[in-house]
């Protein structure tokens, strides 16, 4: 029986090494799923409510002013809405570990924020009065009720439970604000009514949409493809 010479083997062994590589490296036919590319959800949020009247401001009108707009609505002429919350069921997506929300000119300022389940609401004033801010979970229970009485003073609260959380003041009563908690994939309406969530995943989705004083004309469902944006315009009503 012939032996093999020492170049047919190294060659023989390569073959076997490089054969072995394009196995273990090119997928099965079976039992394996290309990565999902995740898609977006775009669109633009509306009202046919009005706006609703400014608050006069019955304490410290030196800082406050003679009124405070009331931003329970905040549209424009065209009807866009400002402060909803448009989030997405079972898709993960951490919110801002901190939200900082100031007291300026008697608001909390900004109106909405967002802030995962643990994470820190930094507060602080820039007025020089008195505020308070009492955080409150839609039970009524109360998260922490702190006092900034001086500008440029900064506290800092966690809050460990998911939904919405309102704010107050209990010496300027009109005073509201609000914090969106969640694990969700979520986003913010802006002045000009529009929204962007990236990342989510492949499927039909029933949107969760939350305002403080209105609520979705119908439910919202949208379908989202791998790689593509799913544009959907939302009625806010009463």
Same mark, same amino acid.
């Given at each position: 029986?012939?032996?093999?010479?020492?170049?047919?083997?190294?060659?023989?062994?390569?073959? *076997? &090494?490089?054969?072995?590589?394009?196995?273990? #490296?090119?997928? %099965?036919?079976?039992?394996? /799923?290309? +990565? !999902?590319?995740?898609?977006?959800?775009?669109?633009?949020?509306?009202?046919?409510?009005?706006?609703?009247?400014?608050?006069?401001?019955?304490?410290?009108?030196?800082?406050?002013?003679?009124?405070?707009?009331?931003?329970?609505?905040?549209?424009?002429?065209?009807?866009?809405?400002?402060?909803?919350?448009?989030?997405?069921? *079972? &898709?993960?997506?951490?919110?801002?570990?901190? #939200?900082?929300? %100031?007291?300026?000119?008697? /608001?909390? +300022? !900004?109106?909405?924020?967002?802030?995962?389940?643990?994470?820190?609401?930094?507060?602080?004033?820039?007025?020089?009065?008195?505020?308070?801010?009492?955080?409150?979970?839609?039970?009524?229970?109360?998260?922490?009720?702190?006092?900034?009485?001086?500008?440029?003073?900064?506290?800092?609260?966690?809050?460990?439970?998911?939904?919405?959380?309102?704010?107050?003041?209990?010496?300027?009563?009109?005073?509201?604000?609000?914090?969106?908690?969640?694990?969700?994939?979520?986003?913010?309406?802006?002045?000009?009514?529009?929204?962007?969530?990236?990342?989510?995943?492949?499927?039909?989705?029933?949107?969760?949409?939350?305002?403080?004083?209105?609520?979705?004309?119908?439910?919202?469902?949208?379908?989202?493809?791998?790689?593509?944006?799913?544009?959907?315009?939302?009625?806010?009503?009463?």
């Amino acid at each position: 029986m012939g032996g093999l010479s020492a170049v047919g083997v190294s060659r023989a062994c390569a073959v *076997g &090494a490089l054969s072995a590589w394009l196995i273990a #490296a090119a997928p %099965s036919a079976i039992g394996v /799923r290309a +990565v !999902p590319v995740a898609g977006t959800i775009g669109g633009t949020i509306t009202t046919r409510e009005p706006e609703r009247p400014a608050v006069r401001a019955t304490v410290d009108p030196n800082v406050c002013g003679s009124s405070v707009p009331d931003e329970s609505i905040t549209r424009d002429a065209a009807g866009h809405l400002a402060n909803v919350v448009i989030s997405v069921p *079972g &898709a993960k997506a951490p919110a801002p570990a901190e #939200a900082l929300v %100031s007291n300026d000119r008697c /608001r909390f +300022v !900004p109106h909405v924020a967002l802030l995962r389940p643990g994470g820190a609401v930094k507060m602080t004033s820039q007025d020089a009065v008195l505020h308070t801010m009492h955080a409150a979970g839609s039970d009524g229970r109360a998260f922490f009720n702190v006092s900034l009485p001086i500008p440029r003073m900064t506290l800092s609260r966690s809050i460990d439970r998911p939904g919405p959380v309102t704010l107050s003041c209990s010496t300027h009563t009109w005073m509201r604000g609000y914090l969106y908690v969640t694990d969700e994939l979520a986003a913010i309406s802006g002045a000009d009514g529009t929204f962007r969530l990236e990342g989510v995943p492949a499927g039909t989705h029933e949107l969760r949409i939350w305002h403080e004083s209105l609520k979705a004309a119908t439910p919202v469902k949208v379908t989202v493809k791998d790689g593509e944006t799913a544009t959907i315009d939302i009625i806010m009503t009463r």
